[in-house]
């Protein structure tokens, strides 16, 4: 019998389970990295292969150069992630990996290939709204490094350590240029459901009503509003991830459902 061969890409932090139903690749929020998932695997079950994505500039890919425009970007996720679309997959994205993940999803549907089964996105407006956090990549230091500060983006202890707070800050900047340059334009209604997942007391949703999403779906559409703030899902994790689970378990049994008919 032939070993399958390694399903490898440069953005993903590991290599997907095999034998999960379903595959979660999750993108993470600006300034952010793949760090951001440790744990998911655990809480949401052996039917659930977590797979964090990690975009080049950080952690693990420190060395490689950011993107700055959204186009390139997906450009190159497609590539790279080509031939990991192979079983079920979902797509979940925090803050600015909801934006990545849209536009990814919409660049598959776009271009005839594989679709998630959900789209499914977190502290972030709908894509044809304005971005959020538009004009923080002009920001002086002190006042970007604040916002970021109340947010929970950043920590208190890296003030400390003034080269780490300004290589923090040029890829916060480089990630909301990347925000900014997505294309408002002409947005197809999608055919797979869209969820998406806000904290109650997340300033950057404040009157950004999230339930204009349900304007690029042709399919289910459903919000969720959880305890916390922009990082929910760290001050509310059990809570959203048994959210998720059950989302995730959702879209997947109308397939049970195809399967057994």
Do not use: K
Not at 25 to 32: L, N, R, S, V, W
Not at 86 to 113: C, E, I, K, W
Not at 160 to 182: F, G, I, K, N, Q
């Amino acid at each position: 019998m032939s070993t399958p061969l390694p399903l490898h890409s440069r953005y993903l932090a590991r290599e997907p389970a095999r034998h999960a139903r379903i595959r979660l690749f999750c993108f993470h929020h600006a300034g952010g990295g793949a760090s951001a998932y440790a744990g998911w695997h655990q809480g949401l079950g052996g039917d659930v292969a977590v797979v964090p994505v990690q975009l080049p500039g950080r952690e693990t890919r420190n060395g490689e150069p950011r993107f700055r425009t959204m186009e390139p970007l997906v450009d190159d996720l497609v590539a790279e992630l080509d031939g990991v679309l192979d079983q079920p997959f979902a797509f979940y994205g925090h803050s600015m990996g909801a934006l990545v993940a849209y536009n990814l999803a919409r660049r598959l549907y776009r271009t005839g290939g594989p679709l998630p089964e959900a789209l499914l996105v977190g502290a972030y407006p709908a894509p044809h709204r304005p971005p959020a956090l538009g004009e923080l990549p002009e920001l002086p230091d002190d006042e970007l490094t604040r916002v970021l500060l109340d947010l929970g983006g950043m920590s208190e202890s890296i003030l400390a350590y003034p080269e780490w707070l300004t290589a923090a800050l040029d890829m916060v900047r480089d990630d909301l240029r990347v925000c900014r340059s997505h294309d408002r334009g002409f947005l197809p209604r999608l055919p797979f459901p869209i969820e998406v997942f806000t904290g109650l007391s997340d300033p950057l949703m404040q009157g950004a009503e999230p339930e204009r999403w349900l304007d690029h779906t042709l399919s289910d559409f459903r919000v969720h509003r959880l305890p916390g703030g922009h990082f929910f899902t760290r001050e509310s994790t059990t809570e959203f991830l048994n959210v998720l689970q059950r989302s995730l378990g959702g879209v997947l049994a109308p397939a049970r459902r195809s399967a057994a008919s």
